[in-house]
């Protein structure tokens, strides 16, 4: 028929929704971490390691070169033949590794040998400042004994009966008989009471210093008719009883080392032993501080 209507037909279109872009970007963007990472890492390798260290890790990224050894294994490139050098799998089961080890600076480099030599100068100069301190405190001391002689009228006279002079041991204090001034009477170790006082003003002079002291002492060569009883003796007593003198006006008896009696061995006056002269107290302040030799300073 001409008038029969055509059906209608009605299409429904679903537009589909947005769906996900994917996560290629992200692992894009990671690889790129990693690699900024890595070169960082890189750079800072370089910055950190010397010349031997950067070998050791060059030859661990080196190619290696298949094993021709037939010492394990079936022989042949994938017959179970190690492709590294002997030791560097640890088990069966393990992965095949590289080992390499980052030799460490060879013993008595340079670097070691001027810390060394430089340690070395320091307690040099260390020694030698101890040293000169030291001197300076002995000077002070030797000073002031001077002055209290200059200063006691009872002691007057006294000056010519003392040399002080600068040891490799240390401050050396001798108290000198003269021809008209002993410290002791002839054959006696009995001190006389000006000398005892004299030994007030060294102990004084001293007080406040460390160090310790040895006292020895010396005869002339002149023998005794008693052969019981020489110089050995009598130096030996005339050393002990400078000591109890010592501690008596004051000194510290801890800070006595050694006591010692020398006879007519170590004369003062070598062309004349029998010299009064000969006849002496030494008392040495000893010194803390070792002298240096000369090529040291």
């Known amino acids: 028929m001409a008038d029969e209507i055509a059906p209608i037909i009605v299409k429904k279109v679903k537009k589909a929704g947005h769906g996900h872009h994917g996560g290629a970007w992200k692992v894009a963007y990671a690889d790129f971490v990693t690699a900024m990472m890595a070169f960082f890492l890189l750079l800072w390798l370089l910055n950190v390691t010397d010349s031997v260290q950067k070998q050791g890790i060059s030859d661990y990224f080196a190619p290696t070169a298949a094993s021709t050894s037939e010492s394990s294994g079936s022989g042949g490139v994938l017959g179970g033949t190690s492709m590294q050098t002997e030791g560097a799998m640890t088990s069966n089961t393990g992965t095949p590794s590289v080992v390499s080890s980052i030799s460490p600076p060879e013993e008595g480099s340079k670097d070691d040998a001027e810390g060394e030599g430089k340690s070395e100068i320091d307690e040099a100069e260390f020694l030698e400042r101890l040293a000169a301190l030291e001197e300076a405190s002995f000077e002070d001391a030797k000073d002031q004994i001077r002055q209290a002689l200059a200063e006691d009228t009872e002691l007057q006279g006294l000056a010519d009966n003392i040399i002080i002079d600068m040891t490799p041991e240390g401050l050396r204090i001798q108290i000198v008989d003269q021809y008209d001034e002993s410290m002791f009477a002839a054959g006696s170790t009995t001190i006389k009471p000006r000398v005892k006082k004299l030994l007030a003003k060294i102990v004084k002079a ?27 003796e009598l130096s030996s007593d005339r050393a002990n009883a400078s000591r109890r003198a010592l501690v008596e006006v004051g000194l510290d008896p801890e800070r006595i080392e050694r006591v010692s009696g020398k006879a007519d061995i170590d004369p003062m006056i070598m062309d004349d032993p029998s010299n009064p002269g000969n006849r002496r107290i030494s008392i040495i302040l000893l010194r803390e501080t070792p002298v240096l030799p000369k090529f040291l300073k």
């Not at 040895?214 to 008693?226: A, C, L, P, R, V």
Request: charged share 10%; glycine share 14%.
């Open 206 to 232: 001293i007080s406040t210093l460390p160090n310790n002291l040895s006292i020895s002492g010396h005869t002339d060569s002149s023998g005794f008719s008693g052969k019981e009883y020489g110089n050995w």
